[in-house]
């Protein structure tokens, strides 16, 4: 009996930590860019605005600015895209939990800011 209940507690003390790592992502409110169409090339993850993208670089070493050529938006907000600096230019929005695989040929390299929840 008692090994019985010593497995049941561990078997619920599982459960609890599994649900706390499968609760993680969906509160994560995480956005990735992509280099390349179809989630290609190297990666950016964000969680908050970016008012100029040439801040940063990928892994690689690459600058972001005008590169971003598909987006994984894994949040709750909607994230609106811009082609220049300080959220100016023509805009891009994104609805939450949407993935986009192709920004389209106008957009293509073009993004240059993005703001959150906006
Ligand atoms: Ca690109």
Redesign the pocket.
């Given at each position: 009996m008692g090994t019985r209940l010593r497995r049941a507690a561990v078997a619920i003390a599982l459960g609890v930590v599994g649900a706390f790592v499968f609760a993680a992502p969906a509160n994560a409110d995480e956005l990735g860019v992509f280099?390349?169409a179809n989630y290609g090339g190297e990666d950016l993850l964000f969680t908050s605005s970016v008012p100029w993208y040439g801040y940063y670089a990928y892994p690689g070493g690459r600058n972001l600015n005008d590169?971003?050529?598909s987006l994984i938006n894994a949040s709750s907000c909607h994230i609106t895209f811009y082609t220049d600096v300080n959220y100016s230019g023509v805009s891009y929005p994104v609805n939450p939990w949407t993935d986009v695989p192709w920004v389209g040929s106008y957009f293509?390299?073009k993004f240059s800011s993005h703001r959150w929840c906006y």
């Open positions: 280099q390349d590169t971003v050529s293509n390299d």
